[in-house]
């Protein structure tokens, strides 16, 4: 079983940037795809970003392309989301996701950390 640990959330302007990271354990972390999820008060869990276990490949959701940036170090078992431009309705909590195999497909992650709270001000 995979333990996925958040961190980097905060209270950011619009505008600004915050780096998110996630640490992994537990198993074989550079064999899987590894992704970012978010859930703003009130709504449903909405995929953000994925990578592909070599990085080679990524997949965005459209309200954040151009903007995030998804990127990992399997040296250190971490995975990493740049978000730049910020907006408010990009407040919410972050949670990083880990899939059983190499993929990009929303769909396909099922194990999740606690998540961190990201907060955008206007």
């Known amino acids: 079983q995979v333990q996925l640990v958040e961190s980097g959330g905060g209270l950011v302007q619009a505008g600004g940037s915050l780096r998110l990271s996630c640490a992994a354990s537990?198993?074989?972390?550079?064999?899987?795809?590894m992704g970012w999820f978010r859930q703003a008060p009130g709504k449903e869990r909405e995929f953000v970003a994925a990578?592909?276990?070599?990085?080679?490949?990524?997949n965005y959701a459209v309200s954040v392309k151009g903007r995030f940036s998804i990127s990992r170090d399997n040296t250190k078992n971490t995975v990493y989301l740049q978000m730049n431009s910020m907006k408010p309705e990009d407040t919410a909590v972050y949670y990083c996701?880990?899939?059983?195999?190499?993929?990009?497909?929303?769909?396909?992650?099922?194990?999740w950390g606690q998540g961190t709270q990201v907060t955008v001000s206007s």
């Open positions: 990578i592909s276990s070599s990085g080679g490949r990524t």
């Open positions: 537990g198993r074989t972390f550079r064999y899987y795809g």
């Open positions: 996701a880990a899939a059983g195999i190499d993929t990009i497909t929303p769909s396909n992650f099922g194990s």
